[in-house]
T-cell receptor
Framework: NAGVTQTPKFRILKIGQSMTLQCAQD?????MYWYRQDPGMGLKLIYY???????DKGEVPNGYNVSRSTTEDFPLRLELAAPSQTSVYFC???????????FGPGTRLTVT | DAKTTQPPSMDCAEGRAANLPCNHS???????VYWYRQIHSQGPQYIIH???NNETNEMASLIITEDRKSSTLILPHATLRDTAVYYC???????????????FGQGTTLQVKP
């Protein structure tokens, strides 16, 4: 299993541009999550999904959108990028219950 | 989800046991204690979790006090590769409307020294 994969690894955006961060898992997990991590801080939840077709907001959803058309994929869309969205973005998945979450390697995004 | 309190940093000598404390005095009866670590901005890595009993796996041991208000993560023989930020998180299991999201605090930065 590849686990949780994220693309791209790095990206520089100009203010006002848009992009989609890709996340995929091959473990048939129902639950998927997007977190962001600012320098020196813990992770904060942006959006999550409990299954295909079902998504909901986390702590810091403003400026982002998600979709979950398949079990495997959970892309995160940034519209009108702002410098405040400069961060490292992590995707995670879990099978549910009390099982652990598996994290991807992260996407490092800079908005200038 | 209950809040946790951890010391911001700790040092440990290589080869010695690293004992990382965590307070979770408001933990509810069905909340689990999880430990994750993050090595140099990589994705967080799961270490161990428990509900009431002490737990051990190939990476670490988890000691939960009888009143469940605190716990200790033990790395029995710390190596330089264990230098990381360690997060203690309490959360409900999925089901009954619980989404299983993790709430990360600042964690403890463990520095293992030669």
């Amino acid at each position: 299993n590849a686990g949780v994969t994220q693309t791209p690894k790095f990206r520089i955006l100009k203010i006002g541009q848009s992009m989609t961060l890709q996340c995929a898992q091959d473990m048939n997990h129902n639950y998927m999550y997007w977190y962001r991590q600012d320098p020196g801080m813990g992770l904060k939840l942006i959006y999550y999904s409990v299954g295909a077709g079902i998504t909901d907001k986390g702590e810091v959803p403003n400026g982002y959108n998600v979709s979950r058309s398949t079990t495997e994929d959970f892309p995160l869309r940034l519209e009108l990028a702002a410098p405040s969205q400069t961060s490292v973005y992590f995707c995670a998945s879990t099978r549910g219950g009390s099982y652990e979450q598996y994290f991807g390697p992260g996407t490092r995004l800079t908005v200038t | 989800d209950a809040k946790t309190t951890q010391p911001p940093s700790m040092d440990c000598a290589e080869g010695r046991a690293a004992n990382l404390p965590c307070n979770h005095s408001t933990i509810s009866g069905n909340e689990y204690v999880y430990w994750y670590r993050q090595i140099h901005s990589q994705g967080p890595q799961y270490i161990i979790h428990g509900l009431k009993n002490n737990e051990t796996n190939e990476m670490a041991s988890l000691i939960i006090t009888e009143d469940r208000k605190s716990s200790t993560l033990i790395l029995p023989h710390a190596t330089l590769r264990d230098t990381a930020v360690y997060y203690c998180i309490v959360r409900l299991p999925h089901g009954s409307g619980n989404t299983g999201k993790l709430i990360f605090g600042q964690g403890t930065t463990l520095q293992v020294k030669p």
